[in-house]
Every structure is written in C-alpha cells, then in structure tokens.
C-alpha cells in the first residue's frame, strides 16, 4: 500500500535516525508549522513535483518542483514514518532547495525550478516530505530509498516516447489521451522507480514549451511524486536556442546524478539501486540521424539564424561521454555487489521497422562497450512500438553493418551473461505510433547508415538499409501503447539471480493496459563479474572514438 503523507495531522519535531543533506535546519518543537514571511503572501504554490535517485539510490534522493515566479525561501521538510505508518510521522529536518531558472529561447518564458538534495536516508525506507516557500501552502510527496546490495527484490518499470494528456498551446506537438492513462497503468504495478527512455514530452516542437513541460509533469506528479521516474534524454530534449545543445529546459528541470561534466549534467548519469548499476546516457552525441530539426523552432526562434543556432549535434560531446561510459562500465564490473547492467537511452541500435530505423553510430561507438563490458539490458525508445531481441554480443561475421549476432534462441528464458538484451519500448504515449506499414516483412532490420544535405534552415534526410535481422526475438505489430515492468529477484535457489520482464500493452483510447508478452533474464550470480574481471581491455580494439 502506498504510503500516504497527513499533512493536517503533521507534526513539527526533532526526530532521531534522520539524516538530509546539508545544512539541515531542525526545525525548533512548537515551532510554526508554516511560517510567512511578510508581503509574500499569494505567491504561486510549488507545482511539477517530482523525485530523482542520487547515484546511490540507498541514501540519496533529490526532489524537484517548478513555481510560476521565483518565489522566496523554497525548502523542503524529511520525515519518516514511525512504525510504518505514514500517518504517523514527523518532519525532522529543513532543507533549503536549490534555484535554477532558465529562459526559454522561442518565448522569452524565465522558468523557475526548485531542487532538494537529500542525502544520508536510510536504505529501504519510506520517507515523507512536503515543499514549500514563503506565501504559499505546502505540498506533500513521499518516496521510498533503495535496498542495499542484494537484500531484497524489487520492480522497475519502462517506457519512451510519451508527450502529453491534451493539445498544449496550438497543438503542434504529439497528444494522446493514452499519455495520461499510462501513468495510471504504471504506478498501479507501485514500482520502486521508473525509467523514461527519452522523447519525453515533445516540447521541441511546441509552440508553447514551457506549457507542454509544466502539462508533462503535472500528469506524472501522481506517479512522479511518489516514486522516481528517471530519464534520458531524446532527441525531442534538444530545443535548439536553449544552451549550447538545446538541453537547457531538460538539464534545469531535472537533479540527476553528478558525471562530473558540469555543461553536461543529466545528459548522462548513472546510479546504483540493490545489485543493479542503471547507466542513462545521451545517443544524439553519437546519431547519424538529424532528430531534432523544427520548422516552427527554426522560424519563430528571435535570432535563430543570427545566433547559429543548429539542432543538427552529432557528435557534440567531442568523445568525452564515450569515456564516460566506458569508465562506468569498467567500473561496475569491478564491483563485486553489481550483478546487472541496465542502460537507459533513447534511440536504438536494432529495429525492425521503417519508421526511424537503427542507428549506425550507436554500433561504432557504444555498442562495442556494451559487448566489451557486458551490458545486460538496454531499454530505449525512438521506435514507437515495442520490440526485443535475443541476447546479442558482436557482429555476424563479415558485416560491414555492424549487425549484432544472437548468442541464444530461446525467446522466453534468456542468459544475459551471453549476451545483451535490447527492447524498444517507445510506445508511451505519441499520437503516431509506429503503423503496421511500417514494419519490415519480411523481417528484416532497417538500419540508418548516413544522412544526406542539410543545414539548421533544412532537416539533413536520413540514408537507409535493410539488412537480416536474426536479433529479433519478438515484435508487437498490433499494439500502439505499452511499457514494461522489471520484477527483480537478487538470489535464487541455486545460486542465480533474476529479472522477469512483462510487458503491457493498451489500445488507443484505452486505459485497460494488459500483459501481453513475458520472458525471463537469468544468470549465474557472480559469473558475469567474475567473467569480466580482469579479462575487459583498457581500450576496446576496434572501436570508433
Ligand atoms: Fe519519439
Ligand atoms: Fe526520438
């Protein structure tokens, strides 16, 4: 049962085994609950609140919410529930938030958004919390940390590609009443986290962004609030004319986890939750294709050609996220208490549809790490249905492709230790899913090899093959909506360790969303680390910087 805060029974006292990071302000016994300062009385309530995991999902979390005006001493109140019960808890400590503000290049919008880091927590707890500042009531959330290493289970859930509940300003971007209904769906299953693989709410292509943003996490705060839902960033996050690669609404907007590139906080991160290291990285660094040209951001941006600004950014990291994530990877092998590898991104390295197809610059840069370091899982979007390959590791020989070879064919049980699982899980929410047109029959890949002219005034065209496509384990042609859920069993009689994979699907229009395909990833505990250790190169041979 979710555990629900009482804001009208809180009570305002000092209390033990609570930590948050610093400066904590315990809050004074007898103290007001809500103190006002003068003249700031009717200021705009805190709204788009939302949790994030810290990069150690056992002790650290951040909360995140937006307020229409910058408004004065934002802070957020920790409790803990006594016994359980979440009626029964008290805020112990004050944490001043953060202030980041933004300005929206196409409108000239100042965004504020507010951000409280909490670290310490206690590991497989619940918490309560409630944000606030000076002339507004407060609002309430709780979340639950993380267990440590391998001492209990527990589910995530997935999906990509989601927009919004209803058309924002005049209705340029993608809306679909399933974007609503699928977060019902979502936290009905009451995951630990989720994960959003990119494409989040299409504000690129908005004539209002900041609305299409502020209707985006108002429809996931039900979920949100309670419950990390982390993301990665799609090519719909480049608005070109926000900061140097059009991220700066996405970068504010969230608190991720530090990769010690301040330009590039959030574009990738990583974070340890029980047995499992999630590695959220950034594939427009890395694309071929030009997947955030706009024509409404091209023509109605104040300066847009006077400025340079280009959504085209291929590349844009300069390889400096390649060595991020092969330091990530090298080193979560290293760690005797990882069991799996989850990478979170946004465009895919294998599709069998022509609607975006796969990107050949995810198999020349990333995919070599994967195989190298033994990824277990990727999750992506970018596609939008839903798709799953084999376990996969290399190329089939002689491709000049780069296609990924199968290392099983068993679509129902599968040994990640073999290989890596791919699923496309872009079925969120967007009014086009992928149509059954779209798809290749027979089945075959459909790859994206280069792009051909362009500039910021026209989108580059995307060059295609087909090529076999013996990755795929299992494709929905019929089903538009969809997400996944990932139930995790750390040890097994045995002496192996588990992740049972659902995925359910909807209708258009409708918010029955049923299990429709499952498959079971199982391995040796210790065997993939051990596997690895020492036998993984500085440098992988072969691979593309
Ligand atoms: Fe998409
Ligand atoms: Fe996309």
Redesign the pocket.
Known sequence: MRWQPDVTRRKVLISGGLAAAAPLLPIAKGAPSLVRAPGVAGAPPPEQLHVQFGADAATEMAVSWVAADAVARSRLRLGRARDGDSAQHEFGFEVPAEERVYTEALTGERVFTYHARLTRLAPDTAYVYEVLHDGAPPVPGTFRTGPRGRESGFRFTSF??QSVPAAVGQGLGPHTPNAGYIVDAVDALDPLFHLMNG?LCYANVSDAPVATWASFFTNNMRSARFRPWMPAA?N?ENEVGNGPQGYLSYQTRFALPDNGSPGFLGNWYAFTVGPVRVISINNDDVCLQDGAFSAYRRDHVPGYQANGDNPYISGYSGGLQRAWLEAELAAARREESIDWIVVCMHQVAMSSAHFNGADLGIRQKFMPLFDAYGVDLVVA??E?HFERSFPVRGVLPGSNLLTPAPRGSDPAEIDTSQGTVHMII?GGG?SSPTPVSGFDIPHDGVLIVGVGPGSPQSQHATVTTTEPAPWSAYRDLQTPYGFASFDLVPHEPGGTTSITVTHYGAAAGSPAYAPLDRFVMRKPLGEGDGRHRGSVPATVPGATR
């Open positions: 990509g590609d494409d799609g719909h979007g970018h939008h872009g967007h």
